[in-house]
T-cell receptor
Framework: SQQGEEDPQALSIQEGENATMNCSYK?????LQWYRQNSGRGLVHLIL?????REKHSGRLRVTLDTSKKSSSLLITASRAADTASYFC?????????FGKGTRLHILP | NAGVTQTPKFQVLKTGQSMTLQCAQD?????MYWYRQDPGMGLRLIYY???????DKGEVPNGYNVSRLNKREFSLRLESAAPSQTSVYFC?????????????FGNGTRLTVT
């Protein structure tokens, strides 16, 4: 299976702290993407990293990709209450895009 | 610019009934996808269409059929609904560029089968 698996399943941190989520997958991929979902609504794309890239930044987000270990991490720095959501990694191989089960992030005031 | 539009937003079916979930995108995207989301299971791919005229099975295709009606529209049909198909269904589309193609999602259809 191509599916990514996020770790941890749930994470609670204080506002202002950094949050790190990990994703592992099983097969070779074209790219890996991270999405956010608020309260069962549609997912919103956050960042995409190609298989030949190792690190990418977007605002407070930092994504790394280690293809030798088949793993990725998403770091959210200086967390805010609005970051409370579920985060999913998705692996893309050819035209097939498969999601993991997600990490539920809760930012405590 | 509406993006990805799904109809209906909510639906209740009795076991054995059939229905079609509609999805349309106005972004001139080539690829379209149907996912289902169940608590604790993340999103699971049902079917996808890489381009107009093609469809392929995803992770959980059993009990579903799809039609890529044209470039804009991709419908999902349940021929004989079962309680196990109670879920939230999401349609998504992308440009179809292998190196740079994020998905754009609709707001979902909440389906309950009793």
């Amino acid at each position: 299976s191509q599916q990514g698996e996020e770790d941890p399943q749930a994470l609670s941190i204080q506002e202002g702290e950094n949050a790190t989520m990990n994703c592992s997958y099983k097969t070779s991929i074209n790219n890996l993407q991270w999405y956010r979902q608020n309260s069962g609504r549609g997912l919103v794309h956050l960042i995409l990293i190609r298989s030949n890239e190792r690190e990418k930044h977007s605002g407070r987000l930092r994504v790394t990709l280690d293809t030798s270990k088949k793993s990725s991490s998403l770091l959210i720095t200086a967390s805010r209450a609005a970051d409370t959501a579920s985060y999913f990694c998705a692996t893309s191989r050819d035209d097939k895009i498969i999601f993991g089960k997600g990490t539920r992030l809760h930012i405590l005031p | 610019n509406a993006g990805v539009t799904q109809t209906p937003k909510f639906q209740v079916l009795k076991t054995g009934q059939s229905m079609t979930l509609q999805c349309a995108q106005d972004m001139n995207h080539n690829s379209m996808y149907w996912y289902r989301q169940d608590p604790g299971m993340g999103l699971r791919l049902i079917y996808y269409s890489a381009s107009e005229g093609t469809t392929d099975k995803g992770e959980v295709p059993n009990g579903y059929n799809v039609s890529r009606l044209n470039k804009r529209e991709f419908s999902l049909r349940l021929e004989s609904a079962a309680p196990s198909q109670t879920s939230v269904y999401f349609c998504a589309s992308s440009i179809r560029d292998r190196n740079n193609s994020p998905l754009h999602f609709g707001n979902g259809t909440r389906l309950t089968v009793t």
